[in-house]
């Protein structure tokens, strides 16, 4: 179906120590960039959460990370969940690390292991619902109430519930998904109400320009859409604190502007080979 992935094997969980020594480095040299940009801009250290995204990376690559001090990590494309989920849920195991939605299976014999949160960052077909339900526990790219209602509805089928957020195209460009900025906030109070669901933050991906004032603009106006939401105490909006912003090229940028997850590839795991 997806090229790349016939050239690939995603599942694959064994890479030499060279490999994942660039990753530890990557991974080492990231955390030092995001506490670099959380004291610049006067923020708490650890403030900024570090997710890794993993799209095209096998799960002996996502391990390294893991391995180096990852503590969440995202995927793009369900067919990718699914590949991966099987190697990744022992890998963690065996480190005593539990891992997305299984955590609520695995929970009452780990109960001292750490929880690694497995989010959804790209887009979502209401019929790939049911195949990501049983492996990550956070929704990052839900930009309508439609696909928030149809997550819901398997949500309630399951009895669990699923930390949702809602994506914002802050930067108006026809080539990314996300909600109009002008209707983010009753988007988010609509979700708010809605039962197995938990409205946890506002997600954007930083404008394609060269131009930092351009990118800071719109990531500023996801922290104040935040903040609004939060101010209407409207049911279901007092979780809403999660802005997912920034990426390599521009995490210094979206810590500035109240970050509290980046989402990072490139400067962990170098240049994609596929995409
Ligand atoms: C790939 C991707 C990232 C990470 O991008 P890099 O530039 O490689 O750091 C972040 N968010 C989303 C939604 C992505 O698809």
Redesign the pocket.
Known sequence: MTAYMDHKNLANEVIDTARAQEIADGVHRVLERVSTAESKAGREAGSVKLLA?T?TRDVGEIMAAIDAGVRMI?E?RPQEVTAKAEGLLGQCAQRGLTLGAAADDTAAGNAEGEHIPFHL??QLQSNKIGKVLPVVDTI??VDSVELAEKISRRAVARDITVGVLLEVNESGEASKSGCDPAHAIRIAQKIGTLDGLELQGL?T?GAHVDDEATIRKCFAHLRRTRDLILESKTPGTGHCLELSMG???DMELAIAEGSTIV???????GE?AFI
């Open positions: 995204a799209k995202g793009n960052i790209g990052e790219s997600m991906i990426m390599t090229g989402r990072v590839g490139t400067a962990i795991f994609r």
